[in-house]
């Protein structure tokens, strides 16, 4: 058997993607305030799972200051393409909004305040990648909304899935096999916040 790379943490860290001037800045201030964010390897990743989906509608819930949103914007397909990203906070609305302006993405992007689960009931699919990523105790609550609204096909990414908050939600689409073909991992990810949580990974089969 091959020799592991020793002090894989370290090494992996010489592959942290390149990023542009604003999601650094971005990641500076969500430092300075702890915000949470993805960082930029989950960032890339989701760059990655959308732009080989061919994802043209984007559900994201958790805005925050819009920094795992512009990543979703940059990879929608079609020209028409459109992310919807709901935050419960006006404020941090605003700031995400002035971000996109930034990047060149406003026209590509829907800001909706207010809570996740009101916001949801009233949305339609279908939908090609839904990201989930708002408090952890309520990932379980919007399961039925995210089966509604994605289409069969898509995708649904639950971040921080190693927070105690979302060990419902872990198994409960676990055991729906059905409904989901989902896959957990444990992972080490440079500047996530934590860097070291799972994310969750489900496909809609039925």
């Known amino acids: 058997m091959c020799a592991m790379i020793p002090d894989m943490e370290n090494y992996f860290r010489g592959f942290i993607p390149p990023r542009d001037q604003l999601l650094l800045e971005l990641e500076k201030k969500a430092e300075e305030e702890n915000i949470p964010i993805v960082g930029p390897v989950v960032g890339e990743l989701l760059y990655i799972l959308a732009r080989s989906a061919n994802a043209g509608a ?6 925050a200051i819009g920094y ?5 914007a940059r990879a929608l397909a079609a020209p028409g393409g459109r992310v919807t990203t709901l935050e419960i906070s006006e404020a941090m609305a605003r700031r995400a909004r002035a971000n996109f302006a930034r990047a060149g993405l406003a026209q590509r992007i829907e800001v909706q305040v207010g809570d996740a689960l009101t916001s949801m009931a009233s949305l339609t699919g279908p939908v090609d990648l839904i990201f989930l990523d708002i408090d952890k105790e309520s990932y379980l609550k919007t399961l039925p909304h995210c089966h509604r609204l994605l289409k069969t096909g898509g995708l649904l990414i639950a971040d921080n899935v190693g927070f105690l908050g979302a060990e419902d939600f872990n198994r409960e689409i676990f055991t ?7 896959v957990h991992l444990l992972c080490s990810l440079p500047h996530h916040s934590p860097e070291k949580d799972g994310l969750s990974l489900a496909l809609k089969v039925g």
């Not at 795992?68 to 979703?72: K, R």
């Not at 729906?176 to 989902?182: G, I, L, M, P």
């Open 58 to 63: 984007i559900l994201e819930l958790g805005t």
């Open 176 to 182: 729906r096999r059905q409904e989901w073909r989902t």
């Open 68 to 72: 795992s949103t512009i990543y979703f």
